[in-house]
């Protein structure tokens, strides 16, 4: 069973269209994130979340909106997407919301391609 | 601001032999913990090592060992007896303590296993 899972791992979409990608994990983490990363690899947080309440909104657009519908799911919403929402997005847990240094786990990653 | 430096966007190293990434970190904590990450084609992100910055012993794991300089604020991986398994893209990763798990990414290095 894959620890960290995310759903669709491949999307190709128009401008303007609302998508949402899916992610659940069953390794019984309290903590769960999105991070993106770029066409150039570069990634970064979006979002945390631990037991479903926000931690971490890391200044991003709010086109995108999370939802963490208990402790083993967020899933990521995207309305309008624009061209550069184009990117991997990666979904990750960790057992703690960071105070002990924690390994996070990531998803396979959602590959979000925006035409 | 808390930044990661990887100076190396590609390397290569022959099969069976030691390669060094660099990795250098900026920061005014004093608590933190550092990892390097792996992402092979398949774009799984995968944990190498971590290290908590106030164990001052550097962690190893098999054929990975990394050189924490805190003073410096440098973390470079050896990879030794390389194989061709390790090909992929390497990033070093800063958290800082307590802020919800957040980790910053340095750039990332290409490294290439050869035959």
């Known amino acids: 069973d894959t620890a960290v899972s995310q759903t669709p791992k491949y999307l190709v979409t128009q401008m303007g269209n609302d998508k949402s990608i899916k992610c659940e994990q069953n390794?019984?983490?309290?903590?769960m994130y999105w991070y993106k990363q770029d066409s150039k690899k570069f990634l970064k947080i979006m979002f945390s979340?631990?037991?479903?309440?926000?931690?971490i909104n890391e200044t991003v657009p709010n086109r995108f909106s999370p939802k963490s519908p208990d402790k083993a799911h967020l899933n990521l919403h995207i309305n309008s997407l624009e061209l550069g929402d184009s990117a991997v997005y990666f979904c990750?847990?960790?057992?703690?919301?960071?105070?002990?240094?924690?390994?996070?786990?990531f998803g396979e990653g959602s590959w979000l391609t925006v035409v | 601001a808390q930044t990661v430096t990887q100076s190396q966007p590609e390397m290569s190293v022959q099969e069976a032999e030691t390669v060094t990434l660099s990795c250098t970190y900026d920061?005014?904590?004093?608590?933190?913990?550092l990892f390097w990450y792996k992402q092979p084609p398949s774009r799984q992100m995968i944990l190498v090592i971590r290290?908590?910055?106030?164990?001052?012993q550097n962690a190893t794991e098999n054929r990975f060992s990394v050189n924490f300089q805190k003073a410096a604020k440098s973390f470079s991986l050896k990879i030794s007896d390389s194989q061709l398994g390790d090909t992929a893209m390497y990033f070093c990763?800063?958290?800082?303590?307590?802020?919800?798990?957040?980790?910053?990414f340095g750039q990332g290095t290409e490294l290439s296993v050869k035959p």
């Open positions: 390794l019984g983490h309290d903590t």
């Open positions: 979340y631990n037991n479903k309440e926000l931690i």
């Open positions: 990763a800063f958290m800082p303590y307590n802020q919800g798990g957040k980790l910053i």
């Open positions: 290290q908590e910055a106030y164990k001052q």
């Open positions: 990750a847990s960790s057992q703690d919301s960071g105070a002990l240094g924690n390994t996070i786990y």
């Open positions: 920061t005014s904590e004093n608590n933190y913990y």
